[in-house]
């Protein structure tokens, strides 16, 4: 089915989103089960057993839903009062190096069961992983407009930006070695989605003098990957991406197959303290079909006509910041060179180690810390957090944290 894509603007709107949009001084990973029986923290440890021995299945969307999110910059540094934004505000809040990072995990199918010592599980999920490196000059272009650089020579600075969106099929079992000792390995099967990485973008302006034309120049080359398919127009110099949707990509298709294990480790020494131990996502995804290399062949050109400047709405040649993506977003079309991919890629997963410890002090109430290290594109990150659970019926638990980020 041929759909319209919008052609190149969401890869750049997706880009700035992430530079704006993904952002907080703190981050909150949690996971919940509106499941009887069922531990609320198994998704993040195979060894975890169910409460009892019922077949228990999951409501899509709501039997697990987790998130994460963490960046160096205030979440509220583009928008001012309201939700007018100010572009000026976000650049003098930005470090110099901007860093954004972001997770989702979204359950479409959940089962769960429990027989002897074994627990069985099988999941279906939606996941998503996205990061960004950025210099902070670059939104000085987004900022100023075209026409303040006109008759200069500026590298505004460079970006990394990486994007992956994949199904889960996990099969997972738990074995109750004795008493106080249970450990579980859960393998996985990964199908690529969609797929965005870029490393070292950059951006500069040079001034053609003899020509009158400022060079607005992007350089790099990124891959991206999803349901659509690159067509050329070579009356125009121009490359568009249709939507390329099938049924079949609702289901199990096996394309930009990727594997991944998770194991952990359970142990009780008393009755009333629990220590565990979990090492996910060991494993990667792939991405060849429908998948291509982008490079950024040519600069958009800006003569004296057609500069404009974003600081001053009462002036002359104003254009809002906003409106100036979008018109860029339509240039970034006639700039790049397409290829389809012919290697497959590979992209190898954050890998998570969670340590734990519990302690019930009751039937109803238990609490304790988790300690949670990450490491992904060379950015390791460490989340420190304790915790408090109470169950209030058989079929309400209430559940809290306090978390420290590093």
């Known amino acids: 089915m041929g759909f319209r894509f919008m052609k190149m603007k969401y890869i750049g709107w997706f880009c700035f989103f992430l530079m704006i949009t993904i952002?907080?001084?703190?981050?909150?990973?949690?996971?919940l089960f509106l499941l009887p029986g069922v531990p609320q923290s198994s998704v993040f440890n195979p060894a975890l057993q169910n409460e009892n021995d019922?077949?228990?299945?999951?409501?899509?969307?709501?039997?697990?839903?987790?998130?994460?999110?963490?960046?160096?910059?205030?979440?509220?540094?583009?928008?001012?009062?309201g939700f007018s934004y100010n572009v000026g505000r976000l650049y003098d809040e930005l470090k110099p190096r901007g860093e954004a990072n972001a997770s989702g995990r979204l359950s479409m199918f959940y089962a769960s069961l429990k027989h002897n010592d074994y627990t069985f599980r099988l999941s279906v999920s939606e996941r998503m992983y996205a990061n960004g490196i950025f210099d902070r000059d670059i939104v000085k272009i987004i900022r100023d407009g075209t026409e303040p650089y006109y008759g200069a020579n500026e590298n505004f600075g460079k970006a990394d930006f990486h994007f992956q969106y994949f199904r889960e099929?996990?099969?997972?079992?738990?074995?109750?070695?004795?008493k106080g000792l249970d450990i579980g390995i859960a393998p996985k099967i990964l199908f690529g989605r969609m797929g965005f990485d870029a490393r070292e973008l950059s951006l500069s302006v040079e001034t053609d003098t003899e020509n009158d034309i400022l060079l607005v120049k992007p350089e790099g080359s990124f891959l991206m990957s999803g349901a659509f398919n690159h067509v050329y127009?070579?009356?125009?110099?121009?490359?568009?991406?249709?939507?390329?949707?099938?049924?079949?990509?609702?289901?199990?298709?096996?394309?930009?197959?990727?594997?991944?294990?998770?194991?952990?480790?359970?142990?009780?020494?008393?009755?009333?303290?629990?220590?565990?131990?979990?090492?996910?996502?060991?494993?990667?995804?792939?991405?060849?079909y429908n998948t291509f290399n982008v490079d950024f062949a040519v600069p958009a050109r800006y003569s004296e006509d057609d500069l404009y400047q974003s600081t001053n709405p009462d002036g002359e040649n104003y254009l809002e910041p906003r409106e100036a993506l979008l018109i860029f977003s339509d240039t970034v079309s006639y700039l790049i060179n397409v290829e389809e991919a012919t290697e497959r890629t590979l992209t190898f997963l954050p890998v998570t180690l969670n340590l734990s410890g519990k302690y019930h002090f009751s039937e109803r109430v238990s609490g304790g810390i988790n300690n949670q290290f990450t490491w992904f594109r060379n950015q390791p990150r460490n989340l420190f957090a304790a915790f408090i659970q109470a169950r209030?019926?058989?079929?309400?638990?209430?559940?809290?944290s306090l978390s420290v980020l590093n």
């Open 233 to 288: 127009y070579p009356e125009f110099d121009r490359s568009v991406f249709l939507a390329d949707f099938y049924p079949g990509d609702y289901f199990f298709q096996p394309r930009n197959l990727g594997f991944a294990i998770d194991w952990g480790i359970v142990y009780r020494p008393d009755k009333f303290t629990e220590l565990s131990a979990s090492l996910l996502d060991i494993g990667f995804t792939t991405l060849k």
């Open 23 to 31: 952002s907080g001084k703190s981050q909150e990973t949690s996971s």
């Open 392 to 400: 209030t019926g058989e079929r309400v638990e209430l559940a809290g």
């Open 169 to 178: 099929l996990s099969f997972s079992v738990s074995k109750n070695i004795w």
């Open 54 to 81: 019922k077949l228990v299945i999951g409501v899509p969307f709501l039997s697990g839903l987790s998130g994460s999110w963490n960046a160096n910059s205030p979440f509220d540094a583009l928008f001012s009062k």
